[in-house]
């Protein structure tokens, strides 16, 4: 099934490799084909990653934009580790990732690691306060 998008002015989409950038109004676009598609604002740079969460985020994104996904697996398992020995209550967070994650849905995988960095800034301005 094709995936439709529409962007706006400026708005930016990762297709593959590829990086398109709509310089005119807005423009609806039907994409054929399995190439990852990754939209502006689900894009996070890695100066942005200043959080576990985060960290993994950029490495899923880095592994769906892959030709050669498997290789962010240790990577990803690590940071995993990681966040559940900083904060066990993510668990929860990391067991539904990691189910995504196994069953080859990566974009899924990703959605899943963005409610957890929602979550932390929640936990932390909680535990700030």
Same mark, same amino acid.
């Given at each position: 099934m094709p995936l439709k998008l529409e962007l706006k002015a400026g708005e930016r989409v990762l297709l593959g490799d590829l990086v398109i950038v709509n310089q005119g109004g807005r423009t609806r676009l039907c994409i =054929?084909? /399995?190439? !990852? %598609?990754?939209?502006?604002? /689900?894009?996070?740079? !890695? =100066? #942005? +990653?200043? *959080?576990? !969460?985060?960290r993994l985020y950029? #490495?899923?994104? *880095?592994?769906?934009? *892959?030709? /050669?996904?498997s290789r962010f697996l240790p990577e990803i398992a690590r940071l995993t580790r990681? &966040? %559940? /020995? +900083?904060?066990p209550g993510f668990r929860p967070f990391v =067991?539904? &990732? =990691?189910?995504?994650l196994h069953s080859g849905q990566l974009y899924r995988a990703m959605r899943e690691v963005q409610r957890l960095i929602l979550h932390d800034v929640d936990t932390s301005l909680a535990k700030a306060s």
């Open positions: =054929e084909g /399995d190439a !990852p %598609v990754l939209r502006e604002r /689900d894009m996070m740079a !890695p =100066e #942005a +990653a200043n *959080s576990l !969460p985060k950029l #490495a899923m994104q *880095s592994m769906y934009l *892959s030709r /050669d996904a990681e &966040i %559940v /020995d +900083a904060e =067991e539904a &990732i =990691e189910r995504q």
